[in-house]
């Protein structure tokens, strides 16, 4: 270390980060460097003090210590300094180091990713070539397996080589000369030496030895070479013999391409194409012809047609009479139909013994049940409920098709309302007996005889009335009624003689269906005949499946269902539609061809309903788009019935200016699928009893989707038919304030023509719209330019009094033309 000019330097030459490497100072301060890897840290140098030369005071010239501090006070404020420096300095060092750690441990979790990819894409490698081997050894085996030959037997032994033999002994070579022309024995032992790798790998290759026998082995059959020469000496005689025709049956769907036709004729397809062209077809092998041009081009060919349809496929399903001594009794299916609140679920709760109208959003049935239950007297019963609600019109046909009894329920307090009405009519449709039940009799306000007098009206006649429908005093709260009312069902079941055949394969009526999250699609099935048992295969509409479990209206998993039970099956491959017939089948091939049939003639029928067949139909749909706004929507529910009702009361809203179009509809939970086309469409997203999951939720919000919650089908209808009245524009309505009578006509530079009037009528405003009258002829409709009073611009001028007009862009004004003053107001339009 030197000391020059004032100045110290440390000659650290490649010092480490973190150390001490220069000093130097300016004046009297010294300084201290420490670089660091990423900066460079200047700081005072121990023991200098501000102003000073770095040497303490204390003790030396009086001259240079501050006026007033003594030799102690100096002192102390030299080394808490020092001390402040010290730590600062340590401080520094402390900071390298922490920053030296972390990119060492940085290093170190970067090297460990590295040999951690590097092990991951070796062991990838490795897999590779593992299969890739095992593959050749795969093809390697069948190659050798397909190429193998059986071994030639060998030839008869000469009798006088096998006497030669005898007379030699055993262990005695022959002493007869060998054959030296013996090629193929020669081959056949090389062939053995080689052995069977290299057999299989030359079999499929010419050698020299087969090349000189002229092939590999293989002579013509007896019938070939007769038929050979029978054509020669044909040939050779002069004959012209046709071969016979051979006459097949020809089976032809619908549709068939050409290349296919010739094919199943045995014709050549050049033959074929040519009769068409004959009948002027134009067409080529790969086009497509229909069944009657197939027929005509089959008979002249000589063959004979089998027309077969694509609906052939159902015919597996059985549809068989069922014997008399296979029909056992079961039990009667019963539907409980009725208006909105008058007590149906109630009563079924009663009947039961359970509380569902409590678990139920809004009081009211919102899905179709199927519940089974047992009377005191033994007889088992099976019950649907249907929904009230105007939109559910669907579900009570389907509730009507599948019943044995419709038990209609009318309320003593409300009488015969238009569900009532609806059911007596899906009752009738479906020709099931009646059975009424004229429930809340234990109100003060009842009136039983009201109703069955309304109810003749609707050519429903109790049998109070001398008619033949049974009719019940019922009380779902005090149970009163509920004993007669199963006697009279089961008086109506004993008629009826309900009987099916347990024996066969089963069918059945899906009644709900729904898509839950930890069982998947679930149907709610009424099997009709039959015996449905785990493990069946079954084909449902467009979906087919194989029964997993089926569990009861309890809950309980059971192994098998019969006639009349209602139960939920799982092991479907998609959800079905609601109404939907279940047949069982047998096999998995079957299932899956009937549904796929199914689903593409569904799929064809929605096409051409939805396409115009001519050019003045696209023109008007076209036309008929444009004009009228459209508000569209997604809906999500938790069954099928509820999705369908939905979709029905959506297609009721608007008019000829508004309507609601349904994008997609489904069951199950909001998918993030769901928010990406509501995005695109700019459609909310209503879930009905059903809520979105996280991922669509996040997606939601990002995208800016509104996602709406209902429980109650009749808010989520009021809620879509006022966002659907805002499409409506709005109403203009004129309003009439006042009129004015041009007295004279004035010019006015910079202005044009001024008309000096008298209002004679109302009051004339400034922003009001105007309309100007010859000989009671509207001429010129616009606004005012200006509206004075004497030489004031005012905002309206009052009956009676004169004012100077102006009219905006018009100047075709004369005395005695009477001005039209009136308002327009817009008026906000709604929904019926």
Same mark, same amino acid.
């Given at each position: 270390?030197?000391?020059?000019?004032?100045?110290?330097?440390?000659?650290?030459?490649?010092?480490?980060?973190?150390?001490?490497?220069?000093?130097?100072?300016?004046?009297?301060?010294?300084?201290?460097?420490?670089?660091?890897?990423?900066?460079?840290?200047?700081?005072?140098?121990?023991?200098?003090?501000?102003?000073?030369?770095?040497?303490?005071?204390?003790?030396?010239?009086?001259?240079?210590?501050?006026?007033?501090?003594?030799?102690?006070?100096?002192?102390?404020?030299?080394?808490?300094?020092?001390?402040?420096?010290?730590?600062?300095?340590?401080?520094?060092?402390?900071?390298?180091?922490?920053?030296?750690?972390?990119?060492?441990?940085?290093?170190?979790?970067?090297?460990?990713?590295?040999?951690?990819?590097?092990?991951?894409?070796?062991?990838?490698?490795?897999?590779?070539?593992?299969?890739?081997?095992?593959?050749?050894?795969?093809?390697?085996?069948?190659?050798?397996?397909?190429?193998?030959?059986?071994?030639?037997?060998?030839?008869?032994?000469?009798?006088?080589?096998?006497?030669?033999?005898?007379?030699?002994?055993?262990?005695?070579?022959?002493?007869?000369?060998?054959?030296?022309?013996?090629?193929?024995?020669?081959?056949?032992?090389?062939?053995?030496?080689?052995?069977?790798?290299?057999?299989?790998?030359?079999?499929?290759?010419?050698?020299?030895?087969?090349?000189?026998?002229?092939?590999?082995?293989?002579?013509?059959?007896?019938?070939?070479?007769?038929?050979?020469?029978?054509?020669?000496?044909?040939?050779?005689?002069?004959?012209?013999?046709?071969?016979?025709?051979?006459?097949?049956?020809?089976?032809?769907?619908?549709? #068939?391409?050409?290349?296919?036709?010739?094919?199943?004729?045995?014709?050549?397809?050049?033959?074929?194409?040519?009769?068409?062209?004959?009948?002027?077809?134009?067409?080529?092998?790969?086009?497509?012809?229909?069944?009657?041009?197939?027929?005509?081009?089959?008979?002249?060919?000589?063959?004979?047609?089998?027309?077969?349809?694509?609906?052939?496929?159902?015919?597996?399903?059985?549809?068989?009479?069922?014997?008399?001594?296979?029909?056992?009794?079961?039990?009667?299916?019963?539907?409980?139909?009725?208006?909105?609140?008058?007590?149906?679920?109630?009563?079924?709760?009663?009947?039961?013994?359970?509380?569902?109208?409590?678990?139920?959003?809004?009081?009211?049935?919102?899905?179709?049940?199927?519940?089974?239950?047992?009377?005191?007297?033994?007889?088992?019963?099976?019950?649907?409920?249907?929904?009230?609600?105007?939109?559910?019109?669907?579900?009570?046909?389907?509730?009507?098709?599948?019943?044995?009894?419709?038990?209609?329920?009318?309320?003593?307090?409300?009488?015969?309302?238009?569900?009532?009405?609806?059911?007596?009519?899906?009752?009738?449709?479906?020709?099931?007996?009646? #059975?009424?039940?004229?429930?809340?009799?234990?109100?003060?306000?009842?009136?039983?005889?009201?109703?069955?007098?309304?109810?003749?009206?609707?050519?429903? #006649?109790?049998?109070?009335?001398?008619?033949?429908?049974?009719?019940?005093?019922?009380?779902?709260?005090?149970?009163?009624?509920?004993?007669?009312?199963?006697?009279?069902?089961?008086?109506?079941?004993?008629?009826?003689?309900?009987?099916?055949?347990?024996?066969?394969?089963?069918?059945?009526?899906? #009644?709900?269906?729904?898509?839950?999250?930890?069982?998947?699609?679930?149907?709610?099935?009424?099997?009709?005949?039959?015996?449905?048992?785990?493990?069946?295969?079954?084909?449902?509409?467009?979906?087919?499946?194989?029964?997993?479990?089926?569990?009861?209206?309890?809950?309980?998993?059971?192994?098998?269902?019969?006639?009349?039970?209602?139960?939920?099956?799982?092991?479907?491959?998609?959800?079905?539609?609601?109404?939907?017939?279940?047949?069982?089948?047998?096999?998995?091939?079957?299932?899956?061809?009937?549904?796929?049939?199914?689903?593409?003639?569904?799929?064809?029928?929605?096409?051409?309903?939805?396409?115009?067949?001519?050019?003045?139909?696209?023109?008007?749909?076209?036309?008929?788009?444009?004009?009228?706004?459209?508000?569209?929507?997604?809906?999500?529910?938790?069954?099928?019935?509820?999705?369908?009702?939905?979709?029905?009361?959506?297609?009721?809203?608007?008019?000829?200016?508004?309507?609601?179009?349904?994008?997609?509809?489904?069951?199950?939970?909001?998918?993030?699928?769901?928010?990406?086309?509501?995005?695109?469409?700019?459609?909310?997203?209503?879930?009905?009893?059903?809520?979105?999951?996280?991922?669509?939720?996040?997606?939601?919000?990002?995208?800016?989707?509104?996602?709406?919650?209902?429980?109650?089908?009749?808010?989520?209808?009021?809620?879509?038919?006022?966002?659907?009245?805002?499409?409506?524009?709005?109403?203009?309505?004129?309003?009439?304030?006042?009129?004015?009578?041009?007295?004279?006509?004035?010019?006015?530079?910079?202005?044009?023509?001024?008309?000096?009037?008298?209002?004679?009528?109302?009051?004339?405003?400034?922003?009001?719209?105007?309309?100007?009258?010859?000989?009671?002829?509207?001429?010129?409709?616009?606004?005012?330019?200006?509206?004075?009073?004497?030489?004031?611009?005012?905002?309206?001028?009052?009956?009676?009094?004169?004012?100077?007009?102006?009219?905006?862009?018009?100047?075709?004004?004369?005395?005695?033309?009477?001005?039209?003053?009136?308002?327009?107001?817009?008026?906000?339009?709604?929904?019926?």
């Amino acid at each position: 270390m030197s000391d020059n000019d004032g100045k110290k330097t440390l000659g650290l030459r490649g010092s480490r980060p973190g150390q001490v490497k220069q000093s130097f100072s300016h004046g009297r301060t010294k300084n201290v460097v420490v670089e660091t890897k990423r900066k460079r840290v200047v700081v005072p140098k121990p023991g200098a003090a501000a102003g000073g030369s770095g040497k303490a005071p204390a003790g030396g010239d009086p001259r240079k210590r501050p006026a007033g501090i003594s030799d102690a006070e100096m002192e102390r404020r030299m080394k808490a300094l020092q001390a402040a420096k010290a730590r600062e300095v340590e401080e520094a060092e402390k900071r390298v180091a922490e920053e030296k750690a972390r990119d060492e441990e940085r290093k170190r979790r970067r090297e460990e990713a590295e040999a951690k990819e590097r092990e991951e894409r070796e062991r990838e490698e490795a897999l590779k070539a593992k299969a890739e081997e095992e593959a050749r050894k795969k093809r390697e085996a069948e190659e050798a397996k397909t190429r193998a030959k059986p071994a030639p037997a060998a030839p008869a032994a000469d009798p006088a080589a096998a006497q030669a033999a005898e007379q030699r002994g055993p262990g005695k070579p022959s002493s007869a000369p060998r054959k030296k022309d013996d090629r193929g024995g020669a081959t056949e032992r090389q062939n053995r030496g080689k052995g069977s790798r290299d057999d299989g790998r030359r079999s499929g290759k010419l050698t020299v030895n087969q090349a000189m026998r002229g092939g590999d082995g293989r002579q013509r059959s007896v019938a070939s070479m007769r038929r050979k020469q029978e054509r020669a000496r044909q040939k050779a005689m002069g004959e012209n013999v046709e071969r016979e025709k051979i006459i097949r049956d020809v089976q032809v769907p619908e549709a #068939i391409v050409v290349s296919e036709l010739a094919n199943r004729m045995a014709e050549r397809v050049a033959d074929v194409v040519k009769s068409l062209m004959k009948m002027g077809m134009m067409v080529t092998q790969n086009q497509a012809i229909d069944a009657d041009t197939a027929e005509l081009i089959i008979e002249e060919f000589g063959h004979k047609i089998v027309r077969v349809s694509d609906a052939d496929v159902e015919d597996v399903i059985d549809s068989v009479e069922d014997k008399e001594e296979d029909l056992k009794d079961r039990a009667p299916i019963i539907t409980i139909m009725g208006h909105v609140d008058h007590g149906k679920t109630s009563l079924l709760d009663a009947i039961r013994d359970a509380k569902v109208t409590a678990g139920e959003a809004g009081g009211i049935t919102q899905h179709i049940g199927a519940y089974q239950v047992k009377t005191d007297s033994g007889a088992t019963l099976s019950f649907l409920d249907t929904p009230g609600h105007a939109a559910f019109t669907s579900m009570r046909a389907r509730g009507a098709q599948v019943t044995d009894i419709v038990v209609l329920v009318v309320a003593a307090d409300d009488s015969v309302m238009p569900q009532t009405i609806e059911a007596i009519n899906h009752a009738k449709a479906a020709g099931v007996p009646m #059975i009424v039940a004229i429930n809340k009799c234990d109100k003060p306000t009842a009136n039983p005889d009201q109703v069955r007098a309304e109810l003749l009206q609707h050519e429903v #006649i109790v049998e109070k009335m001398s008619g033949e429908v049974q009719d019940v005093e019922v009380s779902a709260i005090t149970g009163a009624g509920l004993d007669e009312l199963l006697e009279a069902i089961a008086l109506q079941s004993e008629i009826l003689e309900l009987k099916a055949n347990p024996t066969r394969a089963a069918s059945g009526a899906v #009644i709900e269906a729904q898509l839950d999250v930890g069982r998947g699609p679930v149907a709610t099935v009424l099997v009709q005949n039959g015996t449905l048992k785990q493990g069946d295969i079954f084909v449902v509409g467009e979906q087919w499946g194989k029964v997993r479990a089926l569990v009861n209206d309890h809950g309980e998993r059971v192994k098998e269902a019969g006639p009349s039970v209602p139960v939920e099956v799982l092991g479907l491959n998609g959800t079905p539609e609601a109404g939907d017939v279940l047949n069982v089948v047998d096999t998995e091939a079957q299932a899956r061809e009937i549904a796929e049939y199914r689903e593409q003639a569904a799929k064809d029928k929605r096409a051409a309903a939805g396409a115009a067949t001519t050019l003045e139909q696209m023109m008007a749909k076209a036309k008929a788009d444009k004009d009228v706004a459209e508000l569209p929507i997604l809906v999500k529910a938790d069954v099928q019935g509820s999705a369908e009702a939905i979709v029905q009361a959506m297609e009721k809203i608007g008019n000829d200016e508004v309507r609601v179009r349904v994008l997609h509809y489904g069951v199950g939970a909001i998918t993030e699928t769901d928010v990406g086309l509501a995005e695109a469409s700019g459609a909310p997203v209503i879930g009905f009893n059903v809520r979105a999951n996280a991922s669509a939720r996040n997606s939601a919000n990002q995208k800016g989707v509104e996602i709406r919650y209902y429980s109650v089908i009749y808010d989520l209808v009021d809620d879509v038919k006022a966002a659907a009245s805002g499409l409506l524009s709005a109403e203009v309505r004129e309003n009439f304030i006042g009129y004015a009578e041009i007295r004279e006509v004035f010019k006015v530079s910079g202005v044009g023509k001024v008309a000096g009037c008298l209002v004679t009528e109302g009051v004339a405003r400034r922003s009001a719209g105007v309309r100007l009258l010859r000989d009671n002829v509207v001429i010129h409709e616009g606004t005012l330019k200006t509206l004075k009073r004497f030489k004031d611009e005012v905002k309206e001028v009052l009956s009676g009094q004169e004012c100077g007009m102006a009219f905006e862009n018009y100047d075709d004004i004369r005395p005695n033309d009477v001005i039209e003053i009136f308002e327009r107001e817009e008026v906000e339009r709604t929904l019926d």
